[in-house]
C-alpha cells in the first residue's frame, strides 16, 4: 500500500519538536537542581498563584500544568518529600487538596525563572519581540479554535 499524500505538515509533531528545542535550554538547570520536567511545571504553576492564601487546587494545577491525575499524585508525593511542596485539605471542602509552594520551593521558581526569562530574551532578540508575540497570538488563537484542551495527552505533557 502506498503512503498517504497529506497536503499539510504535522502540526502536532512540530508543536512537539518546538516544545522539545525549548526545554532543550531549559532541561539542563531543571536537572541542575534535582526538579524533572513535570515538578518544573508544577513548581511553575505554583509560583504563577503563590499570592493567593488558600492554595491551588490539585485538579487546577492538573489543568494547568498539563498532567493526568495519577502523574500528578506521584509528582506532588516526590516534591513534598523534597520539601518544595506541602499539601493539605481544603477548609471549604475536605475532598479537595490544596498545594502550596514552600520557601524553598519559591526560591527554586526565582531562581529557575531567572534562567528561563534569560533563554526568552534570547528568542526575541532572535525573532525579535514583534514576532515572538505573533508566535503567542498564533498559538493563543489555534488553542480558542480547536476549543482548548479537555484531555490530556501524557505523551505530550
Same mark, same amino acid.
Given at each position: 500500500?502506498? +503512503?498517504?499524500? #497529506?497536503?499539510?505538515?504535522?502540526?502536532?509533531?512540530?508543536?512537539?519538536?518546538?516544545?522539545?528545542?525549548?526545554?532543550?535550554?531549559?532541561?539542563?538547570?531543571?536537572?541542575?537542581?534535582?526538579?524533572?520536567?513535570?515538578?518544573?511545571?508544577?513548581?511553575?504553576?505554583? +509560583?504563577?498563584?503563590?499570592?493567593?492564601?488558600?492554595?491551588?487546587?490539585?485538579?487546577?494545577?492538573?489543568?494547568?500544568? #498539563?498532567?493526568?491525575?495519577?502523574?500528578?499524585? +506521584?509528582?506532588?508525593?516526590?516534591?513534598?518529600?523534597?520539601?518544595?511542596?506541602?499539601?493539605?485539605?481544603?477548609?471549604?471542602? !475536605?475532598?479537595?487538596?490544596?498545594?502550596? !509552594?514552600?520557601?524553598? +520551593?519559591?526560591?527554586?521558581?526565582?531562581?529557575?525563572?531567572?534562567?528561563?526569562?534569560?533563554?526568552?530574551?534570547?528568542?526575541?532578540?532572535?525573532?525579535?519581540?514583534?514576532?515572538? !508575540?505573533?508566535?503567542?497570538?498564533?498559538?493563543?488563537?489555534?488553542?480558542?479554535?480547536?476549543?482548548?484542551?479537555?484531555?490530556?495527552?501524557?505523551?505530550?505533557?
Amino acid at each position: 500500500m502506498l +503512503g498517504t499524500a #497529506f497536503a499539510h505538515r504535522n502540526l502536532p509533531r512540530l508543536l512537539l519538536q518546538a516544545r522539545e528545542a525549548v526545554m532543550q535550554h531549559t532541561r539542563p538547570s531543571l536537572r541542575e537542581h534535582g526538579l524533572s520536567d513535570q515538578q518544573w511545571r508544577v513548581l511553575r504553576v505554583l +509560583g504563577e498563584h503563590a499570592r493567593e492564601p488558600g492554595g491551588i487546587e490539585t485538579g487546577r494545577i492538573a489543568r494547568e500544568a #498539563f498532567l493526568l491525575g495519577p502523574s500528578l499524585s +506521584g509528582v506532588l508525593t516526590r516534591m513534598e518529600r523534597d520539601g518544595l511542596i506541602t499539601r493539605e485539605r481544603c477548609s471549604q471542602d !475536605a475532598r479537595r487538596t490544596v498545594v502550596r !509552594a514552600t520557601p524553598a +520551593g519559591l526560591k527554586l521558581v526565582r531562581k529557575l525563572s531567572a534562567t528561563i526569562e534569560a533563554h526568552y530574551d534570547w528568542l526575541e532578540q532572535r525573532l525579535s519581540k514583534a514576532r515572538l !508575540a505573533q508566535l503567542y497570538a498564533l498559538l493563543d488563537e489555534v488553542i480558542a479554535l480547536e476549543g482548548g484542551v479537555d484531555e490530556i495527552d501524557e505523551e505530550a505533557a
